[in-house]
T-cell receptor, first 114, second 111 residues
Framework: NAGVTQTPKFRILKIGQSMTLQCAQDMNHNYMYWYRQDPGMGLKLIYYSVGAGITDKGEVPNGYNVSRSTTEDFPLRLELAAPSQTSVYFC?????????????FGPGTRLLVL | QQQVKQSPQSLIVQKGGISIINCAYENTAFDYFPWYQQFPGKGPALLIAIRPDVSEKKEGRFTISFNKSAKQFSLHIMDSQPGDSATYFCAALTGGFKTIFGAGTRLFVKA
């Protein structure tokens, strides 16, 4: 099992550009999540999905969009990049109760918006 | 507004000592309280978790203490080792899947 994979590892964007952060998991998890991590702020939930075709907003959804067409993939879209979106982005997945089994995190994507 | 408040922000402990990290929450709908450990350049990984109907859970050198009436919980790392140096996050879940994280504590264990 590859677990949770994310691409790219690192990206520099100019203000106003758009991009898609890719996330895939091969563990047949129903639940998938996107978090951003900023220094001293912990991880903030951007969007989550409880299954293919179902997504919902987390704590900080503004400026982002997601889709979930398959169980395996959960891409995150930035439409108009802003310096405030400079962060490390983590994708995660879990079974139904992640309190028991925990979240499986990907390696992260470091994004710099200049 | 931070739903889960974590302290301290950073912590330095001597090898063999006890590391203690504290968290507090307000939302009584939280139904699970995990702790995650993160090494530099990696994603967080589940360390230990507790349900609100249990006051203490121990796994090896790691213990969670939970005080439901005070809405507080803490992580104790006994016999701290340099390999424990990492960032620790407390977290809380609603509905068994939506995880909200604290701000994190950077732990450094001096050899």
């Amino acid at each position: 099992n590859a677990g949770v994979t994310q691409t790219p590892k690192f990206r520099i964007l100019k203000i106003g550009q758009s991009m898609t952060l890719q996330c895939a998991q091969d563990m047949n998890h129903n639940y998938m999540y996107w978090y951003r991590q900023d220094p001293g702020m912990g991880l903030k939930l951007i969007y989550y999905s409880v299954g293919a075709g179902i997504t919902d907003k987390g704590e900080v959804p503004n400026g982002y969009n997601v889709s979930r067409s398959t169980t395996e993939d959960f891409p995150l879209r930035l439409e108009l990049a802003a310096p405030s979106q400079t962060s490390v982005y983590f994708c995660a997945s879990s079974y139904s109760n992640s309190g028991v089994t925990g979240l499986d995190f990907g390696p992260g994507t470091r994004l710099l918006v200049l | 507004q931070q739903q889960v408040k974590q302290s301290p922000q950073s912590l330095i402990v001597q090898k063999g000592g006890i590391s203690i990290i504290n968290c507090a929450y307000e939302n009584t709908a939280f139904d699970y309280f995990p702790w995650y450990q993160q090494f530099p350049g990696k994603g967080p990984a589940l360390l230990i978790a507790i349900r609100p109907d249990v006051s203490e859970k121990k796994e090896g050198r790691f213990t969670i203490s939970f005080n439901k009436s005070a809405k507080q919980f803490s992580l104790h790392i006994m016999d701290s080792q340099p390999g424990d140096s990492a960032t620790y996050f407390c977290a809380a879940l609603t509905g068994g899947f939506k995880t909200i994280f604290g701000a994190g504590t950077r732990l450094f264990v001096k050899a």
